[in-house]
């Protein structure tokens, strides 16, 4: 068995990230045409989405050599190299969200 350094992995302690991205029309119709969610077509631009759909935003993107096992970007970066096998996944089991504002769709031009 490996021993674990504790004190390395504690350096991820308190680490956060932040991000910008458009909330778009279109990812909100595409969303909604994945659940099944009634006349999709009728969104538009600067409409409150439900709750959560901003999720379909601020993807990574990360490039193919920089995934690991599980299709994630690879750990070490932002998440602690820790693992329970080489087949790691990951999953959201438990989770609490607060809304402080209603999240908009953007404002576009043609």
Do not use: Q
């Not at 909330?23 to 959560?52: M, Q």
């Amino acid at each position: 068995m490996n021993k674990i350094d504790l004190d390395y992995l504690r350096t991820w302690i308190g680490k956060s990230r932040s991000d910008k991205d458009l909330i778009s029309c279109r990812h909100a119709r595409l969303l909604a045409a994945t659940l099944d969610y009634s006349s999709p077509e009728e969104i538009t631009d600067g409409e409150s989405l439900p709750p959560l759909w901003h999720w379909t935003c601020f993807l990574e993107g990360a490039p193919t050599h920089g995934l690991g096992n599980d299709g994630h970007p690879a750990r070490g970066g932002f998440m602690p190299p820790v693992g329970i096998s080489p087949v790691t996944s990951r999953v959201c089991a438990s989770r609490t969200v607060s809304m402080p504002s209603e999240v908009v769709t953007s404002i576009s031009t043609e």
